[in-house]
T-cell receptor, first 112, second 112 residues
């Protein structure tokens, strides 16, 4: 059965700290892994990682994919209170099925 | 922002009544999804569609049905609402399976 496990479930840090969020997965014929940020409303897209793109960076956020060990990490450096959110990881199987399988998310709270 | 609209945004209904949620997109994306989000469970797939009149079940499809008669509209129906279906429902769209998915703003449904 395809599944995604995220850790930790929740995390409290202070502004300026660096955090690492983990996502491990088991999926039949992996196609892509996606990270989303969810504040009070809809999840918003952060990164997509595939076999041809195993490292992504945008400002203070970066992510890597380890296809051999079946996990991804999302790093946030110099955290700010605006980074407080739930971070969701999802994987998609290879063409032929169209599902996005989500983990339960990591709730990050950044204190001023 | 992707053109995706969910309606209604909030609804309170009584146990045993049928309820229909609507997802409307203006992006002409082929794939559409209905998820529910509950504390501790993350996003769980209810049903998805890979084209007009082409739909399939997700992991939590019992008690739900869907229809897609036009590319732009994907309807989710709770045939006879139960308290366990109290949740936040998100619609998502994507241009291709495994590509970035965009989410609607969500519908908060309360079954009393």
């Amino acid at each position: 059965e395809d599944k995604v496990v995220q850790s930790p479930l929740s995390l409290v840090v202070h502004e300026g700290d660096t955090v690492t969020l983990n996502c491990s997965y088991e999926v039949t014929n992996f196609r892509s892994l996606l990270w989303y940020k969810q504040e009070k409303k809809a999840p918003t897209f952060l990164f997509m990682l595939t076999s041809s793109g195993i490292e992504k960076k945008s400002g203070r956020l970066s992510s890597i994919l380890d296809k051999k060990e079946l996990f991804s990490i999302l790093n946030i450096t110099a955290t700010q209170t605006g980074d407080s959110a739930i971070y969701l990881c999802a994987v998609t199987p290879r063409k032929g099925t169209y599902k996005y399988i989500f983990g339960t998310g990591t709730r990050l709270k950044v204190l001023a | 922002d992707a053109g995706i609209t969910q309606s209604p945004r909030h609804k309170v209904t009584e146990t045993g009544t049928p309820v229909t949620l609507r997802c409307h997109q203006t992006e002409n994306h082929r794939y559409m999804y209905w998820y529910r989000q509950d504390p501790g469970h993350g996003l769980r797939l209810i049903h998805y569609s890979y084209g007009v009149k082409d739909t399939d079940k997700g992991e939590v499809s019992d008690g739900y049905s869907v229809s897609r008669s036009k590319t732009e509209d994907f309807l989710l129906t709770l045939e006879s609402a139960t308290s366990s279906q109290t949740s936040v429902y998100f619609c998502a769209i994507s241009a291709g399976g495994g590509e970035e998915a965009f989410f609607g703003q969500g519908t908060r449904l309360t079954v009393v």
